[in-house]
Nanobody, 126 residues
Framework: QLQLVESGGGLVQPGGSLTLSCAAS????????IGWFRQAPGKEREGVSC????????NYADSVKGRFTISRDNAKNTFFLQMNSLKPEDTGVYYC???????????????????WGQGTRVTVSS
């Protein structure tokens, strides 16, 4: 059973940067599509970014394009979300997700993910 644990959230000023990490255990990530979702207070959960299991597809929500970068290190069974030029509207709880042989569609939120981390809170505020 795959288990995911996020880390790296916190409080940051607008314009700052954070890197979220998601460490997997219980199984190798080699054949898993992976991604990040977030949920802001009072808003629906949003797919932020994903990478397909093959690595051939990577997508970002329009709201984070050019500012966020997703990456994976299969050797360390870990993946990351580098977040730059953070804005107050990036505030929320961020979840890492994984799906065996998962894809990465343009509309990230339509991809089902069986495995979710517990979430890490990101607050962007001065």
């Amino acid at each position: 059973q795959l288990q995911l644990v996020e880390s790296g959230g916190g409080l940051v000023q607008p314009g700052g940067s954070l890197t979220l990490s998601c460490a997997a255990s219980g199984s190798t990530l080699d054949y898993y599509g992976i991604g990040w979702f977030r949920q802001a207070p009072g808003k629906e959960r949003e797919g932020v970014s994903c990478i397909s299991s093959s690595g051939s597809s990577t997508n970002y929500a329009d709201s984070v394009k050019g500012r966020f970068t997703i990456s994976r290190d299969n050797a360390k069974n870990t993946f990351f979300l580098q977040m730059n030029s953070l804005k107050p509207e990036d505030t929320g709880v961020y979840y890492c997700v994984a799906e065996y042989l998962g894809g990465c569609p343009l509309r990230i939120s339509i991809q089902p993910y069986d495995y979710w981390g517990q979430g890490t809170r990101v607050t962007v505020s001065s």
